[in-house]
């Protein structure tokens, strides 16, 4: 298990060493920097691609996102867990089976689609929608496995009590499943924040680009060299949130993934 977290940390670690190298250390093999410099990370902030900018962009994406997939796969799950119909089990896998489709067949229609028909070129909802696309298939197949979990005995007691179906739902079923639609939750936003081919293939103004597009797109002091510091503070800037994320929920997220395993 140590080997494993070392091999899956190391270029994190290396990533955060070198964002804090000077321009002129920055090829150092030392395990740490000497001396310690802000200059990468002052660059950042100077950045004429707008950094700042290209940071809410993305939290605007990501979390707009994380929002909408969590709306409607919810109330899909539920529905799939629930009720019975021909078929549910054909939809739930075509559901899944839209998800094996990579992302990179799907950027020149999306485009063409965007830009002939719907005008939707440097708009957030070109980069949400697609997003969204990728995203609802995993959340709707997580939170039916949820839940499918809890009894049907739950609804029943609570309309016996007096409780609408809705408020059946609301007032019971969800907060029991709060586990499961965090750990959905978190997964979703991940994806989204760290999305890239869609955000570089439907933006092309750098006031609307995201994180990750701004990175790819940083220059160096001639244009011509690559700002390897540069790009390293940038990385461990985009990547604090995430951090921040799961040190907050991990209870959340272990008991979202460990849910349902013992009876």
């Known amino acids: 298990m140590a080997l494993i977290v070392v091999y899956c940390l190391a270029p994190f670690y290396w990533m955060a060493v070198s964002s804090f ?8 093999k030392s395990p740490l920097p000497s001396p310690w410099s802000l200059e990468n990370y002052e660059a950042v ?13 993305s939290m605007i994406v990501a979390g707009t996102t994380t929002l909408l997939t969590l709306v409607i796969a919810t109330f899909t799950a539920y ?9 549910k ?3 739930l896998a075509l559901v899944i089976a ?9 950027v020149v229609p999306l485009l063409k689609l965007f830009t002939d028909n719907l005008h939707w070129v440097n708009t957030y909802q070109a980069m949400i929608v697609p997003s969204l696309s990728f ?9 039916t496995a949820f839940f499918r979990q809890l009894p049907r005995e739950l609804e029943q007691a609570a309309m016996v009590d007096g409780c609408t179906p809705g408020q059946a739902f609301r007032k019971v079923i969800l907060p029991l499943t ?11 936003f991940i994806g989204a924040w ?3 081919i869609i955000a570089l293939s439907m933006v092309n103004r750098s006031s609307m680009q995201t994180a990750t597009v701004a990175i790819a797109q940083f220059g160096g002091a001639t244009g011509f060299d690559v700002p390897y510091g540069t790009k390293m503070a940038a990385g461990v800037v985009v990547t604090i949130p995430l951090v921040v994320l799961v040190l907050i929920f991990q209870r959340r997220i272990i008991a979202g993934l460990t849910a349902g395993a013992v009876k």
């Open 21 to 28: 190298r000077r321009s002129s250390d920055l090829f150092s």
């Open 45 to 57: 902030l100077r950045s004429s691609n707008g950094f700042g900018r290209a940071l809410l962009n």
């Open 79 to 87: 529905a799939l867990a629930r009720l019975d119909f021909r078929g």
């Open 89 to 91: 089990n054909i939809v």
């Open 98 to 106: 839209t998800s094996m489709f990579p992302g990179i067949s799907l």
């Open 135 to 143: 995203a609802l298939p995993l959340a709707v197949w997580n939170l």
């Open 178 to 188: 709060a586990p499961g639609v965090f750990t959905t939750a978190i997964l979703t």
């Open 194 to 196: 760290n999305e890239f």
